[in-house]
């Protein structure tokens, strides 16, 4: 159910064809009549709260009375009649994941001398009938019918293993919302739902019991599609149609499945963070909108939530090319939510020569001068404007591995997503661009949480992008300074005072770190491009957000198939040497742990990467891709390894 559900909505809209119309999605103004009636499915977020009374009973008793909650996001789909009389019926089942924030979703915590039992909750859904009245555009609804929850008890007892229950639960759920139209096919709703589910019991077997009461209450936003079929002509019934703001608005999407896995390799020894030697399969799941609206002249806000669900490979740790570029530093059994990205962007031209701007999930389509000042403003990764590569840069679409499509010892500033806030501003010129940035780090090493003593901590990047021809084929050199400034552990500190026991926490102060980056992308033939990154920190203090590499280098090839009549398909192959500084290896030799690394001992080899691909297009919006990757001493030790890692990659997107 939940890979099938994370994709239900992206998959629907192709069969529907509106992926076959011009993209991206353009917003007509409609006018006069409508008609609600026909299928739909879309997404929605919102804010959810649920409380729960608790009862935890083994030789003793716990109670407790916990409310709970945080941003939440799921998928509905639904079908809608309405009457001449204006009444709309409908019926629609809808299911929402919490926030990845584990606080967001435990619904209670108790603990007796015996037990330890934590209740989240995992989704929860409903099967409701809908009563609406349709004026115009707009719609008025009550809803109300079943509603279900899964939840994990989770018991860790004083003594013996932990134990794991999954449970559904049913109640009912009511509310109401109101729908506005503002496209032939789409519409915007806000929308009320309280839940109340029955009371539950389990039995752990080692003796503990659980019991809770349960209610959640949601307002969310959702965003709509409408279905032509199997209505006749258009979903809904237009007396008038002008289009006076198509270039207002635009929506993407995309939906990335990744399973990888390899068979047994070599292992002399293995740690906490060790690649474990036993074969293995795991894989990650992305489901993607991207919502994107001009506000005004030259300002734009850009709006991305994200379903995210699955696993890297020994839960993302044992090589610091990490093989999977999706598979983030949170595991996710059942998708989970995010806010991935949310922005401002401001263009300020300086007339004289103009350029197009093709539409892209970060861009809207426009025609703006050469020569401009852009400035952006909010939630986003650091390298959706920095380091970027026209031949490998995204793991959804070509190089998998972390030190190819990114440069392997950027430490650039991040939660576990590889996000952040921040403020950024671009200068662009025909023949070069400037980029600089200040954006929020972690308040400690690989956490979610960020230090908000802002401008005392932080990242700070820089960005000089020239652009040349060489043989009449274009080029670009990037060359990227960066310096972040967090409250780090020092290796050599760690080492040097045998009482921490190797805890590097324990010497954590305010300390700079620092680095370099040189990216180049050089066309070769129209059909061939060659990609390369070198990349270096200092290397003294603990990783705050990336990988395990002080040192990188990286190169590669992408080949279009245009010469064996797939235009569409590219075959790629590239490769990454990985090295670590002297602290730093010095920490992982003596049992230290880093961020992905940590064997329990050394015996210290760079680490050495080859990866190749095939993706093959099925068509504009749907690519498999097949992928092998090749990992030599990975996590830098040569007691391991190599590893084969075999990837396939279904990618779709509109």
Sequence with gaps: MKRVLAGLALGMLWLDGAVAADIPLKAPRIQQVYDWTGLYFGAHAGFGRGHSNAVLSDSSIATTNNSFGGPFGGLQAGYNFQLPSRIVLGVEADVSFPNYIDGNSVISTLATAKSYVVEQMDFVGSLRGRLGYAAGPWMFYATGGLAWTGERYLNTPAIGNDEKLLRMRLGWAAGGGVEYAFA?????????????????????????????TLNFQALRVGLNRKIDWPANGSPLQLASLVDPES??????????????????????????????PAPQTQATWSNSLFLNMRLWEGGEVYYNPELLQGFGLNDTVGVAGFPNGEAQKSNFPYPH????????????????????????????????????????????????????????????????????????AFDYAADKLGLTYGAAAEFNQKQWALRAGYFLIDGTSNSNNFDMRVLQRGGYVAELETRYSLFSQPGKLRTIAWLNSAFSGSYRETLNNPALNLDIAQTRAGRIKYGYVFNLEQSLTDDIGLFGRWSWNDGKTEIMAFTDIDASLATGLSIKGA??????????????????????????????????????????RRERILETYYAYALNKQITLTADYQLITNPAYNADRGPVSVFSGRFHGEF
Excluded: C
């Design 337 to 408: 939510y995010n806010t991935s990205r949310l922005f401002l962007r401001q263009t300020f031209g300086f007339g004289g020569e103009q350029e197009e701007l093709a539409s892209a999930p970060y861009q809207l389509a426009n025609k703006v001068d050469v020569s401009r000042l852009t400035i952006q403003a909010g939630k986003f990764s650091i390298v959706d404007l920095f380091d970027q590569n026209s031949y490998a840069r995204d793991p959804r679409k070509d190089f998998m591995n972390w030190s190819i499509w990114s440069s392997g």
């Design 184 to 212: 032939p096919h789409w519409s915007l709703r806000l929308e009320y739902l309280y839940s109340q589910f029955q009371n539950a019991g389990v039995q752990f077997d080692g003796g503990a019991a659980h019991a809770s």
């Design 563 to 604: 010469r064996w009549g797939r235009p569409d398909d590219v075959i790629g192959i590239g490769g990454a040497i990985n090295a670590l500084s002297k602290d730093h290896r010095d920490f992982i030799a003596a049992g230290g742990l880093g961020v992905l690394i940590g064997d329990g001992a050394l015996n210290y």
């Design 247 to 276: 270039n207002r608005w635009e929506i993407h999407g995309q939906i990335t499945y990744l399973p990888q896995g390899y068979p047994g390799f070599r292992a002399a020894y293995s740690g906490p963070n060790s690649l474990t």
